[in-house]
């Protein structure tokens, strides 16, 4: 046999083996499961369960890709995106730009010069008729206590004014004007420091105290004050220490909001008024601020209990802090009458300066003479009106040029 013959013989034979081992494989497969096995059947989807009420369950699917189920809006309410919520505007208070000192001197002087006649239009007409005999010089003399100059000032100017007369002899209206002015600068007395304290020393707020009667205008003339020195650039801080009226520390707040300038004060009424300017003077210094003006309740100077609780705001507020000013405020019109106030204030708490309210209405000028005669203490403010503005910086010789023309 060839080679050839003996290569088909093996090829035949490997055939007839792959062919036998192929059925025998079938034929152990059908018999171990007889059929091919399916899968099972494919299971229906569940609803998602929805996060019970008020659980802290967070419901993150919202992200995932899969539908979330919402509630419907209310009924009768619309979503619309393309809007957006808007708040109403806050109302922002304005803060008021007080008047200059300078031009309130102006437009005052005006107005004093219309209501001290008694000292200048009279006076005046008296002096320059000529030929003054004793009756005319106690027509003068009668003018001067008039207008409450006090009977030593009044003695002192009539005098002088008769040795110019006798030296000089008659003369026109105009000279004698000038005699009464010259006079009359010499008498309200320019050298006085008439400054308010209202910057910061050695690192902390100065302090003034405002104090006074019932019935001078004292809140007022606090929030007129911080106008004042807001208007000269001042960063002030208000003290309501008028813990016995009602009102009292609504009305000082309402007169630094005007301005932009705080008030300390307490909720309760009756609070002790010493701790309140304590708690001012404090909060002043916190705020770092230039000045701190305190309030205080107005008390009659005969009543010795209210007296001495002001002699103990005062030490209270010393504990903490040097008082650099105290001012009284006094009623122009009460004249002579309110002399004997300042005395016993002035005891009491150690008056630094003069605050005259409502000299615009009066022919009593001469008080501002009388006044610091007793004192020894400068007029300092005068207020002239009832306008916010209407207090202004005592100024000696605008004073009397108002009233003597």
């Known amino acids: 046999m060839s080679a050839i013959d003996t290569l088909w013989e093996f090829i035949a034979v490997a055939v007839g083996l792959l062919v036998i081992l192929g059925g025998l494989a079938v034929a152990l497969l059908r018999g171990r499961g007889g059929a091919t096995k399916e899968l099972p059947p494919e299971q229906p ?24 189920d919402t509630l419907p809006p209310p009924a009768g309410d619309t979503i619309d995106d393309t809007v957006e919520e808007t708040l109403p505007p806050v109302a922002v208070p304005e803060v008021e730009r007080p008047e200059a000192p300078r031009t309130r001197l102006q437009r005052l002087r005006a107005r004093l010069a219309r ?70 600068i010499t008498l309200v007395d320019p050298s006085m420091d008439r400054t308010i304290a209202s910057s910061r020393v050695e690192g902390r707020p100065a302090v003034i105290l405002v104090v006074g009667v019932n019935g001078t205008g004292k809140t007022t003339t606090v929030g007129k004050l911080a106008r004042v020195l807001v208007a000269e650039e001042k960063d002030v801080v208000l003290g309501a220490a008028d813990t016995f009226r009602a009102a009292a520390a609504d009305q000082l707040q309402t007169w630094g909001e005007r301005v932009g300038v705080p008030t300390i004060r307490s909720d309760r009424e009756g609070a002790d008024p010493a701790a309140v300017a304590f708690d001012a003077v404090k909060g002043a210094a916190e705020l770092e601020s230039d000045v701190v003006i305190i309030d205080t309740a107005g008390r009659l100077h005969n009543k010795v209990g209210l007296m001495d609780e002001l002699g103990k705001v005062k030490r209270v507020i010393e504990k903490q802090s040097p008082i650099d000013e105290v001012l ?56 002239l009106g009832e306008g916010p503005d209407d207090l202004a910086p005592f100024d000696p010789e605008g004073f009397v040029d108002a009233i003597i023309d």
Do not use: H, M, Y
């Open 45 to 68: 989807t569940q609803a998602p369960t929805r996060p019970a009420p008020g659980s802290d369950e967070v419901d993150d699917r919202a992200g995932s890709g899969s539908s979330v």
């Open 115 to 184: 209501s001290n006649t008694a000292l200048g239009k009279s006076l005046l007409a008296l002096l320059s008729r000529g030929d003054l005999d004793e009756a005319a010089w106690e027509d003068v003399e009668d003018t001067l206590l008039t207008a409450d100059l006090g009977v030593e000032a009044t003695t002192e100017l009539v005098d002088a004014l008769r040795t110019k007369v006798k030296v000089n002899g008659n003369a026109d209206e105009a000279t004698v004007r000038g005699w009464l002015r010259e006079e009359l």
């Open 328 to 383: 009284l405020v006094l009623d122009a019109t009460t004249g002579q009458n309110g002399l004997r106030q300042a005395e016993v204030f002035s005891e009491v708490v150690g008056i630094t300066g003069i605050v005259l309210t409502k000299l615009d209405g009066t022919a009593k000028g001469g008080i501002v003479v009388a006044v610091q005669r007793k004192l020894g203490v400068p007029v300092k403010l005068i207020g």
